[in-house]
């Protein structure tokens, strides 16, 4: 086996969905680790506020390339340079990997320099969560990019095994994936703030597989005020209406986490989730977690959150009343989520990551058990 020592990796991210949080994050775990990482970022440009984050981060240097992502191209001929624009960067910055976020990155990339590729979501997963069905001939081809860049990877890591099960029911493929949990950094001086008695839910609300309406519907006979933070309007124009919740549109993240360690209650109602960041989040910083019963929550949080039926508003304003008149079982419950998240640390995630690294560079394919974050 080849020894191999991987300290700069390019990792490529965007301004536009979670992805930016995780890179961000593990970057920072990265950097204590002395790995120094140059992201590279492809999509809508970030705003002031997003760039100054990044800066701000030392070991980490952001980039922005003149390239779409792959759910956002006008046409999938769009994205025919973006594997000479990751080569391109990969050479002009002395990189000694390549992490992904995007699995139709890897499609047709040619590069001697190893390639870890992180499935975060992908359309064909979310098409059969959301839909309930296998997705439409006519977006085959997008679909096969993205196999093509899971087949092509030295590595694939996943947040969850529930995101594992769906990638291999969606493409049929047996490949392994080594499943690393999701992290984000603790923010104390944000996180000790009085709790409040409000509810919060903070996502991408455009995303139909957020089941925004379910809150909203919901929200009408909870007795506690529901907050919503994220975006309404979608990158096509797409605007989603709500009328039962305090909307406050898409907020910095910082301003988010200030509104999860003052919320007594976070609900996610997602009908699709990989692995949920803003239920770690909001566990991080004390909240009661009420969320929808799909298979990723069950795996990241069973026994320490409430679970409702994504398709009942009616049972989900009953899990938030009955919590909002129950404060024992509410702190019981806030306790439990703030244990389960000091275990889905930064650390453990960056170490992980580093070791998945060191196998894709010595060329050892990883199997699915080897990094597994238990929780």
Not at 12 to 18: I, L
Not at 318 to 336: F, G, I
Request: with cysteine; charged share 20%; aromatic share 4%.
């Amino acid at each position: 086996m080849r020894v191999v020592s991987v300290r700069r990796v390019l990792m490529t991210c965007d301004a536009v969905g979670g992805v930016w949080r995780y890179a961000l994050d593990l970057s920072r775990g990265l950097a204590e680790r002395d790995l120094e990482v140059i992201l590279l970022g492809l999509g809508p440009e970030p705003s002031a506020h997003q760039r100054a984050e990044a800066d701000a981060l030392p070991g980490v240097t952001l980039t922005w390339c003149d390239a779409p992502l792959d759910w956002l191209a006008p046409s999938l001929d769009r994205l025919s340079a973006v594997p000479d624009s990751l080569a391109r960067a990969a050479g002009e910055h002395g990189v000694d990997l390549l992490h992904l976020n995007l699995p139709s990155q890897a499609a047709d990339l040619v590069t001697d320099r190893p390639v870890v590729v992180a499935s975060h979501s992908c359309l064909a997963t979310w098409w059969r969560a959301v839909r309930g069905e296998p997705l439409p001939a006519a977006w085959g081809r997008q679909a096969g990019l993205t196999q093509a860049g899971l087949e092509r990877a030295d590595a694939v890591v996943v947040p969850t095994r529930a995101h594992a099960d769906a990638v291999r029911a969606c493409y049929g493929m047996a490949i392994g994936m080594d499943v690393v949990s999701n992290a984000v950094v603790p923010q104390p001086e944000i996180e000790d703030a009085a709790k409040e008695p409000f509810v919060v839910a903070a996502a991408r609300w455009w995303d139909d597989g957020k089941n925004v309406g379910l809150i909203d519907r919901a929200a009408a006979d909870a007795e506690w005020p529901v907050v919503l933070a994220g975006a309404l309007t979608g990158p096509d124009g797409r605007v989603v209406d709500v009328g039962n919740v305090r909307a406050l549109g898409a907020q910095p993240g910082d301003e988010v986490r200030r509104l999860m360690a003052r919320a007594e209650i976070l609900v996610s109602p997602s009908l699709y989730e990989p692995f949920g960041l803003a239920a770690l989040e909001a566990a991080s910083a004390g909240s009661a977690l009420v969320l929808s019963d799909i298979p990723t929550y069950r795996e990241l949080w069973n026994g320490a959150a409430r679970f409702v039926d994504p398709a009942d508003p009616s049972g989900l304003a009953l899990a938030l009343n009955e919590l909002a008149h129950a404060p024992q079982q509410r702190a019981s419950l806030q306790q439990a989520a703030s244990q389960r998240a000091h275990r889905l640390s930064i650390r453990r995630q960056a170490k992980a990551m580093a070791a998945v690294y060191e196998r894709a560079a010595a060329s050892q394919r990883p199997s699915l058990a080897a990094l597994t974050v238990a929780v």
